[in-house]
């Protein structure tokens, strides 16, 4: 497999559109990163460009330490699989698979043994004979992937490829995808959208917006300890909240002060007293007994199977909190959530940066 290292690669496809700006981050032997961003971030220009499908304007791409800026894709030794499949309508699955061997002039023994053991991993053997309009949507993207396995290339590039499929079998290509990355030991690069799917699968996870990195670091450190208001809303489900305000001294401590909502913090917010701040808060930190209170107006229930998702108001701010099943409201009940200030979130409101 292969070492990616990207050095302030820029993407300028003319001279109002920079696609990305100054990336620079790492792949090391075997990893699965995930790129994730909304759309127009940049991800898939990424992809084109470690593929060779597009030029960088900027900076340079190492694959094991050499230079791939100038060398035609087909001499990268890196395979990818696209969101729409690009699978060829007039060939079996077959000869899907076996196209690039094939087009590598591999021995005919050689092609028919490596497509028949891909075809035994992903679960398609009885489909070899078949032509992409008699597969399903999971179907086609097992043959994609497959004819991306049968090269045993360096390096894998995935470009949103569990887009098209419905939302339970995404779950399960999501799995399937882990174990084969564990079996091939492989180097991957993923881009996706969904931050479900970045969280679950990768290893390192290159968080984009606007075309530039905001941070680079493990699912749980994501989570836990986001660089920015930018990525702390991103990354988890439902969103976080956020309430802009001020920290002001009281005679009991620390207090945040917003046009709907006031609650009671602890000395360590003590450094930021008198300062604009943002407060961010997770729907799964609220609950109904311990810490500071705030009441609401419920507006909507989501029923989650065993957990709740409440939609509710205070005045005109809207907030979201997780639940158990057990504290049910109704809509137009008042309630009171409570917050634990130790697991607040802090943000600078000028540069939306992390305080805490």
């Known amino acids: 497999m292969a070492h990616l290292q ?3 690669v820029t993407k300028v496809y003319d001279k109002n559109t920079t696609a990305v ?3 620079s981050f790492s792949v090391h032997d075997k990893e699965f990163v995930v790129l994730v961003g909304p759309s127009g ?3 898939t220009t990424i992809l084109r460009l470690i593929a060779g499908l597009d030029e960088v304007t900027d900076g340079e791409i190492l694959v094991d330490k050499t230079c791939v800026n100038d060398m035609p894709p087909k001499e990268r030794d890196i395979a990818m699989v696209f969101q729409n499949y690009a699978l060829y309508p007039h060939m079996t699955v077959f000869d899907n698979m076996a196209f690039g061997l094939k087009m590598r002039k591999y021995p005919a023994q050689k092609i028919t043994e490596h497509v028949h053991e891909a075809a035994e991993i992903l679960g398609i053997a009885d489909l070899l004979n078949r032509m992409p309009r008699q597969l399903s949507g999971g179907q086609r993207q097992r043959v994609a992937v497959g004819r991306a396995i049968v090269r045993q290339p360096k390096l894998f590039l995935f470009d949103e490829p569990l887009s098209n499929l419905d939302a339970k079998l995404r779950v399960q290509m999501r799995a399937e995808l882990a174990r084969l990355h564990k079996r091939f030991h492989a180097t991957v690069i993923y881009v996706t959208h969904d931050q479900v799917e970045a969280m679950t699968l990768g290893e390192k996870i290159v968080v984009l917006s606007d075309g530039r990195v905001q941070q680079i670091a ?3 450190v994501l989570y836990e300890h986001p660089r920015n208001k930018f990525i702390a809303g991103f990354i988890g489900t439902p969103p976080m909240n ?6 002001s001294e009281t005679s009991t401590g620390p207090r945040f002060r917003h046009p709907d909502i006031e609650f009671n913090l602890n000395k360590k917010f003590c450094d930021y007293l008198n300062q604009e701040v943002i407060v ?3 729907p799964t930190d609220f609950s109904m007994k311990d810490g500071s209170p705030i009441e609401l107006t419920v507006d909507v229930i989501e029923p989650m199977g065993s957990e709740l998702y409440i939609y ?4 005109r701010t809207m907030l979201t909190a997780r639940l158990v099943r057990q504290n049910r409201p109704h809509p137009g009940e008042n ?3 409570r917050i634990d200030p130790e697991k607040l979130y802090l943000f600078d409101a000028r540069n939306e940066e992390a305080l805490l």
């Open 6 to 8: 990207l050095n302030n």
């Open 21 to 23: 700006k100054d990336i």
């Open 41 to 43: 971030c940049g991800k």
């Open 218 to 220: 493990e699912p749980t």
């Open 242 to 247: 956020f309430l802009k305000g001020i920290i």
């Open 280 to 282: 961010g808060i997770r």
């Open 312 to 315: 509710g108001r205070r005045n």
């Open 335 to 337: 309630i009171t959530l």
